[in-house]
Structure formats: C-alpha cells, structure tokens
C-alpha cells in the first residue's frame, strides 16, 4: 500500500509539474504576444512619424522649387522684355543700313576680267 501511495504521490506530483508548466508556457506565449503587439505599436509609430517628417520636407522642398520657377519664369519675361525692347529701338537703323548697302552700288571689274 506505501507503495501505490507513494506513485500515486510520484503521479499527482506530476501531475501538478505540468500544470505548473502549462501555466509557465502561458504566461511566456502571453508576454510574447504582448510584447509584439506592443512593438506594432512602436513600429507603426516610428514610422506614422518618419512619414509625416518626410511629407513635411517633401514639402518643402516642392515649395521651394516653385519659387525658384516663378522667379526664373518672372528674369525670363524681363529678358524678354529688353529683347524686344533692342528689337524696336535697332530695327529702324538695321533696315536703313541694309539699304544702303543694297542700293549702293559701285560697279568694279573684276580682276581677272580682260578688256581687248
């Protein structure tokens, strides 16, 4: 009889191990999983962050070319301003020097013209 009590003791003991154990497992399955879910969060975080900074440069940086656009769009049409500008105040002088040396002609025999 001291020896079936004994296994029986050696069998409950047991027994009790496992469900020691089981909970143990548990209890580590569940700050795993806590554990994850919480860095899911500091991950989203993270990046919900590092987006919003990216956004913002991105920004930024498309405000600034689209000054730099204006501003060249604003030099391009006074330098166009001033072109049409020497234009209009040369084009008088240009036509007047381009007849002149079409009408004037001074006819010359050429060199190797022979006159017998």
């Known amino acids: 009889m001291l020896q079936s ?14 469900g020691r154990i089981e909970e143990a497992r548990k209890r ?3 700050r795993l999983k806590e554990a994850q879910n919480e860095a899911k969060t500091e991950i989203e975080h993270f990046k919900g962050d ?4 990216y956004k913002s440069l991105e920004q930024q940086q498309l405000g600034n070319r689209n000054q730099m656009t204006e501003e060249s769009n604003r030099t391009t049409q006074v330098q166009i301003g001033d072109l049409k ?15 002149t040396l079409v009408c004037d002609i001074k006819p010359e025999s050429h060199i190797n013209v022979r006159i017998d």
């Open 5 to 18: 009590r004994g296994i029986t003791d050696l069998i409950s003991a047991e027994k009790e191990a496992q």
């Open 28 to 30: 580590k399955n569940k």
């Open 50 to 53: 590092r987006d919003q900074r």
């Open 85 to 99: 500008n020497q234009y209009e105040t040369s084009k008088e002088a240009l036509l007047e020097r381009i007849l």
